[in-house]
């Protein structure tokens, strides 16, 4: 394998903040084990261990919960393992998602000398991000998220900002978007809101139904494609995704693959699941520390007809899909947001991605060609 890329949780699903719509949480009720605590030593050495033996090319990535409550040492002792093993020309890299909330300058340091990537959690504004991201003594928390976002910058640490689309950043997408690129968070990933498993959608107080996702998109892409035009350097991952398939490239985002892809999210007790959004019992495909598993397998039962029966059922699709205009840049979207087996696999937001694509392809095949001839900048 060329490249492997991670999800580690090394705390499970334990976190210091109690955001309304962590759907981590709720995916963590529904299986019959919980609150898996801390990753031992044993269980990273195994998970180094297969890693290099599986790819030239190996990424971990951290995520929770929030990833930084096993401590600073969990990390330089994982890092210092990945060194001492590592074959020499052989590549590795890190990422992280973090709230932001707890990181001292020791971290900075850390994830500066090892290139740590950093996603950080920051839902807006301040009143957009405090509505939902409470800690656990129902205090928001953009304080410090964003005194964090800071300290990414002094310390030159690349990170993006993830911004969850709900009720409430919908609202104010617009002061949003223009708040970021004030502070210079030039790289911004939005990332549409999950509804809890098995529960009616569009119910909760943070619930984002398909006519605000219209919006929100059109609004964001008025903004993301002004901003391109004048030559300023902000990064939207989906829109720069439909960018690259015009251009006859793939994208990077397994919603837009037309097939779920292998996500290897490894939960604190080595068991593996292929999605972050189904880390369930239904679909966990065995325990790494098992003799008998590696990643090598992992991956040809995602590309495979091994009975994995996740990768097979997320080929269907909707029969509309076959059809339609869009297909070659939406392919369907995310399993997580589509309808079940019995309602046809209808992705809920369809109708919202027709009309976005309708309302934005004459400005992304522009942008398309024009970056074809100043592959510099425009
Ligand atoms: S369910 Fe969604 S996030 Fe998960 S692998 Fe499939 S497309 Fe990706
Ligand atoms: S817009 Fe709708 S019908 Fe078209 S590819 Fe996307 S989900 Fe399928």
Not at 61 to 70: D, H, R, S, V, Y
Not at 173 to 197: M, N, S, V
Not at 250 to 269: F, T, W
Request: include cysteine.
């Amino acid at each position: 394998m060329k490249k492997l890329q991670l999800l580690i949780k090394p705390v499970s699903s334990a976190c210091n903040l109690k955001c309304a719509y962590c759907f981590y949480r709720d995916e963590e009720q529904h299986r019959m084990d919980r609150g898996r605590g801390r990753m031992d030593t044993e269980t990273v050495k195994v998970i180094v261990d297969k890693a290099l033996a599986a790819a030239q090319t190996c990424v971990f990535g951290f995520q929770g919960g929030e990833p930084t409550l096993a401590g600073l040492p969990f990390f330089e002792e994982f890092a210092a393992y990945v060194e001492q093993k590592k074959r020499p020309r052989q590549q590795v890299s890190y990422t992280i998602q973090t709230n932001g909330t707890e990181l001292s300058d020791e971290w900075m340091d850390f994830f500066r000398e090892k290139g740590f990537l950093v996603g950080l959690s920051l839902d807006g504004v301040r009143r957009s991000h405090d509505e939902n991201r409470k800690d656990q003594d129902g205090a928001g928390s953009f304080s410090r998220a964003f005194a964090c976002a800071e300290k990414l910058q002094e310390y030159r640490i690349p990170f993006h900002v993830l911004c969850v689309l709900n009720r409430q950043t919908a609202e104010r997408i617009e002061a949003i978007y223009r708040f970021f690129c004030r502070k210079g968070f030039y790289a911004q990933q939005y990332i549409p809101c999950l509804d809890p498993l098995g529960e009616q959608r569009g119910k909760q107080s943070y619930s984002l139904t398909p006519a605000v996702f219209e919006s929100v998109m059109k609004k964001l892409f008025d903004l993301w494609y002004a901003d391109q035009m004048s030559g300023v350097p902000v990064y939207i991952r989906q829109f720069e995704n439909y960018v690259e398939m015009l251009a006859g490239g793939q994208p990077e985002a397994c919603s837009m693959y037309g097939k779920c892809s292998m996500q290897n999210v490894i939960e604190s007790d080595g068991t593996v699941y292929p999605c972050d959004f189904y880390a369930l019992d239904a679909w966990a495909m065995g325990n790494i520390k098992d003799p008998a598993l590696d990643f090598v397998k992992l991956w040809q039962w995602s590309v495979s007809e091994h009975p994995a029966p996740f990768f097979r059922e997320s080929a269907k699709r909707d029969a509309r899909c076959s059809g339609c205009r869009w297909y070659p840049l939406c392919r369907g979207g995310c399993r997580r947001d589509c309808e079940t087996e019995k309602e046809g696999f209808r992705n809920v937001y369809c109708e919202a991605y027709q009309n976005f694509f309708a309302h934005s392809i004459g400005r992304l095949e522009r942008l398309t060609a024009l970056r074809r001839h100043f592959p510099y900048g425009i």
